[in-house]
C-alpha cells in the first residue's frame, strides 16, 4: 500500500479544502468514511490515494426530521444507527429492511451513509489489479463481458463495463427518490436519486456524478406517507452475509383494491439503483392483483439485454418484484 | 533511488503518527504507519494476539473487537482512526480474575473447537446482545418497527459476520441464548 498521510475534518469547509488540495506529487487525496471499503480497495491496490481525509468527526452525523414529514440523514451517520432509527423504521420500514439486509453488524457499525453510496462494484475483475478493467484503467478492456458475469448487470450496462451497484441502501433510497446534497469546491448543490449514479457509458471510471473532492453531507429522504407500507426483499446465494444477486424495494398505498400509487427499485441488476418508473406507470391505477403486478413487472424488464450467464436474473427479477408487491397487499 | 535492475515499486516513506491508544483501559502511547490497521497495532504491537486474522477482507469476524462498545472489524479499522476511542479486546473481557457471561457460557456450552474464531464469535456476541437490548431491528425481525427479540433465527442472523469453519455454530447459539435471556 501507498504511503499516505492522514487528516481529521472538523468542518464541512475544511475538508473539502484537504481534499482539494491533495498531495505535491499529485497523488490525490479521498475522503475516508468507515473505510469498510475503501481500506479493503487499498489494500488490494486498486486506489492508491495520497492523502485519506477522515470525515467520520463532521458533524454530519444526525438524523433530523424536515418540515414536510421526511427526514434528512447525515452522510456520517452510520448504517446501524440509520436502521435503528425509530422514525425510519416506522415511516421507511423497506430503508431500515435494506440496511439490515446488508453486510453484517460489525460492517454496518463501520460504515457511513456516505460511504455506502459510495462504494464501489463488487466485479471481480474490477478487484484484482492483475486483470483488465474499464472501470479500474479506463481503456484496458471489460473481460467480465466474455468471462464471468453470472452476478454483473442485465439492464443499462454498455459495452464498456457491465457491472453493478452492490448497494442494498442505494436501492430504497432510489424508490423514495432521496436527494443527496454535496458540498464541493465549487459550493453546495443537490442531486435527486436516481441520477446520482451513473450508467456507465463510455466513461465506466465514473460510478457518480461526483466531481473530484466533492463530499456527500446528507441524504434527504422526501416525505411520503404511503411508504409506511413498504418492503424490502433481497435475493442471495447464501441466506445472511451476501451481496444482493436481485433485490427489490417497493411501496403500496392501495385504495378500495386499486394501486393509487407505489415506487418501486430493483438492486443487483445495473451499474445504478433501477427505479422501475415503466412498472410503476404501468401499475397507477390498476388493480392490485398478481397479474397486474406480473404485468407491470415484464414491462421493465422488457428493456432487459442479459449475458449468458445472466439471463436467469430476469425472471428472478421479475418474480421478486411480484411477491414483493404481493407481500404489501397482503400486510396487515 | 532503488538500486540498478532492481526494477519494483519505488515506495515513498512511510508516514508515522504519534498517538495515545486506549485499550482495555490502558492509555499506551504508540507510533503508527498510518496504513496500519488496529488488528496489526493490536497482535504486532501491543502483543494482544486475542483477535485473530482470518482473511483480512472483512468477511470472517475473527478480528472482531469493540470500539467505544460497538463491535467493528479491526482488520478494516485503521490504527490512527481510533485514537479518541476507546478499544476492548477479548483480554478486556474478563474482569477481576472472572470470566465474562458470555466466556462462561462458551465455556459451559462447548461453543468452539480449535478456538480461532472464539475471540471475535464473542466480542460479537457481547455487543450483539446489547444491540438486541437497544431494540435493533435485524433481517429476520418480522416487523422492523417492533420490538427485536433473541430467538435462534434473530442470533444466526446477527452472528453471520463470524464464520467458524470448525462449525460450532448450534452451540454458539445456544451460549448467546443462555447469556442473552
Ligand atoms: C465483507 C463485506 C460484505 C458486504 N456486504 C454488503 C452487502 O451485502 N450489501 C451492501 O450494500 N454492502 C455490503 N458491503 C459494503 C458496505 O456496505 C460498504 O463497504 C460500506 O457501506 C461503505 O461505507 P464506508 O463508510 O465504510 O465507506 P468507505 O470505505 O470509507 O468509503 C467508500 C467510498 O466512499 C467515499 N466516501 C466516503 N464518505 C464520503 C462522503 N461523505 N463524501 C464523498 N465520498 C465519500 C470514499 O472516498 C470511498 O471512495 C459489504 C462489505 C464487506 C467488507
Ligand atoms: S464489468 Fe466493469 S468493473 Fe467489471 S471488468 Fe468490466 S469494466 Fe471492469
Ligand atoms: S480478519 Fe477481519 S474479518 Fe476476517
Ligand atoms: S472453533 Fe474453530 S473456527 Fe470456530
Redesign the interface.
Given at each position: 500500500?501507498?504511503?499516505?498521510?492522514?487528516e481529521r475534518a472538523t468542518d464541512v469547509r475544511s475538508a473539502v479544502a484537504a481534499c482539494a488540495a491533495g498531495t505535491a506529487d499529485g497523488a490525490g487525496a479521498v475522503y475516508?468514511g468507515?473505510?469498510?471499503n475503501l481500506?479493503?480497495l487499498?489494500?488490494l491496490g486498486v486506489v492508491s490515494p495520497g492523502v485519506?481525509v477522515?470525515v467520520?468527526r463532521l458533524p454530519f452525523d444526525g438524523i433530523e426530521e424536515t418540515a414536510g414529514g421526511g427526514l434528512l440523514i447525515g452522510a456520517g451517520v452510520r448504517n446501524?444507527d440509520l436502521?435503528?432509527h425509530?422514525l425510519v423504521?416506522?415511516r421507511y420500514?423497506m430503508l431500515?429492511?435494506a440496511v439490515?439486509?446488508g453486510?453484517?453488524?460489525?460492517?454496518r457499525?463501520?460504515a457511513t451513509v456516505g460511504g455506502n453510496l459510495l462504494q464501489r462494484t463488487r466485479c471481480s475483475y474490477f478487484q484484482d489489479v492483475s486483470k483488465p478493467c474499464n472501470k479500474r484503467v479506463p481503456g484496458s478492456g471489460c473481460p467480465a463481458r466474455r468471462g464471468d458475469h453470472r452476478n454483473l448487470a442485465v439492464i443499462g450496462q454498455s459495452e464498456a463495463c457491465v457491472a453493478t451497484h452492490p448497494s442494498d441502501m442505494a436501492v430504497p433510497l432510489a424508490a423514495l427518490g432521496a436527494v443527496v446534497h454535496i458540498e464541493g469546491p465549487g459550493g453546495p448543490r443537490q442531486v435527486p436519486m436516481p441520477g446520482f449514479h451513473r450508467l456507465p457509458g463510455d466513461a465506466p471510471e465514473r460510478d457518480t456524478v461526483l466531481e473530484p473532492g466533492d463530499l456527500v453531507t446528507a441524504v434527504e429522504v422526501p416525505p411520503l406517507p404511503f411508504a409506511a407500507r413498504s418492503r424490502y426483499r433481497?435475493v442471495r446465494d447464501r441466506v445472511?452475509?451476501a451481496f444482493a444477486v436481485v433485490s427489490v424495494a417497493a411501496a403500496l398505498d392501495l385504495e378500495d383494491g386499486m394501486v393509487r400509487d407505489c415506487r418501486i427499485a430493483l438492486g443487483g441488476v445495473a451499474h445504478i439503483p433501477w427505479r422501475a418508473d415503466r412498472a410503476e406507470s404501468a401499475l397507477r391505477g390498476s388493480p392490485a392483483t398478481e397479474a397486474a403486478f406480473a404485468q407491470a413487472a415484464a414491462e421493465e424488464l422488457a428493456m432487459a439485454t442479459p449475458l449468458p450467464h445472466n439471463a436467469f436474473k430476469v425472471p428472478l427479477a421479475r418474480n421478486v418484484v411480484v411477491r414483493t408487491l404481493l407481500d404489501l397487499v397482503e400486510a396487515p | 533511488m532503488n538500486g540498478e535492475g532492481n526494477s519494483g515499486p519505488v515506495f515513498a516513506d512511510p508516514i508515522t503518527a504519534d498517538i495515545l491508544l486506549s485499550v482495555n483501559g490502558d492509555e499506551r502511547p504508540i507510533t503508527v504507519d498510518t496504513r496500519e490497521t488496529l488488528l496489526d497495532t493490536l497482535r504486532e504491537h501491543l502483543d494482544l494476539i486475542g483477535a485473530k486474522k482470518g482473511c483480512d477482507h472483512g468477511q470472517c469476524g475473527a478480528c472482531t473487537v469493540l470500539v467505544d462498545g460497538r463491535r467493528v472489524k479491526s482488520c478494516l479499522t485503521l490504527t490512527v482512526t481510533v485514537d479518541d476511542r476507546e478499544i476492548t479486546t477479548v483480554e478486556g473481557l474478563a474482569a477481576d480474575g472472572a470470566l465474562h457471561p458470555m466466556q462462561a457460557a462458551f465455556v459451559e456450552r462447548d461453543a468452539f473447537q480449535c478456538g480461532y474464531c472464539t475471540p471475535g464469535q464473542l466480542c460479537s456476541a457481547v455487543a450483539m446482545v446489547r444491540e438486541v437490548a437497544d431494540g435493533w431491528p435485524s433481517a429476520v425481525t418480522a416487523d422492523v418497527s417492533g420490538p427485536a427479540v433473541l430467538d435462534d433465527d434473530e442470533i444466526r442472523e446477527r452472528m453471520s459476520g463470524n464464520l467458524c469453519r470448525c462449525g460450532a455454530y448450534v452451540n454458539i447459539v445456544a451460549a448467546i441464548k443462555q447469556v442473552g435471556s
Open positions: 500500500m501507498r504511503p499516505f498521510a492522514y475516508l468507515g473505510g469498510t481500506v479493503d487499498m489494500r485519506l477522515d467520520t446501524s436502521a435503528a425509530p423504521r416506522r420500514p431500515a429492511q439490515v439486509a453486510a453484517s453488524g460489525q460492517i457499525n463501520m433481497k445472511s452475509f | -
